[in-house]
């Protein structure tokens, strides 16, 4: 059940279709990479998914973002990350508003990639342009 409830929130957070088992697989990968726990991530849910996210946090964001083709090189994919939403059939009705967040999005820049995927991950949901924020 813990799973299932972290499983939603990243997907709701990393803006990814399902939690499916290769999902599950690619999460396991990126948080034993950046020893992040699931106690890490519930307090960052429970706080409101504020900015102030430890560097651990920070990779594990731009290690799940690599793994699902929407960062490479330091660079965000904004197409990329479209063509995975607009697979989602919950928000097909909200593409337009999505592509807008996204565009806003899209040139933001840390102080190293970490830095830069986890910013983008706050703007995605500043703009609401992620399944679940609307």
């Known amino acids: 059940m813990k799973f299932a409830l972290f499983c939603v929130a990243l997907t709701v957070l990393l803006a990814v279709a399902q939690c499916d088992s290769d ?15 699931e106690a890490d991530l519930k307090d960052f849910m429970a706080s409101g998914m504020q900015s102030n996210a430890k ?18 090189n330091g660079q965000f994919n904004a197409q990329a990350l479209l063509d995975t939403l607009k697979n989602i059939p919950q928000i097909k009705d909200k593409m337009d508003e999505i592509t807008s967040g996204v565009n806003a ?8 990639d970490c830095d830069t995927a986890f910013k983008i991950t ?4 500043e703009h609401k342009a992620m399944p679940g924020h609307h």
């Open 23 to 37: 999902f599950r697989q690619v999460m396991q990968e990126c948080m034993q990479n950046n020893q992040v726990t």
């Open 55 to 72: 560097d651990n946090l920070k990779c594990y964001t731009k290690c799940l973002m690599e793994k699902q083709g929407h960062l490479t």
């Open 105 to 112: 999005c899209k040139d933001i820049k840390g102080t190293n």
């Open 122 to 125: 706050m703007c995605l949901k």
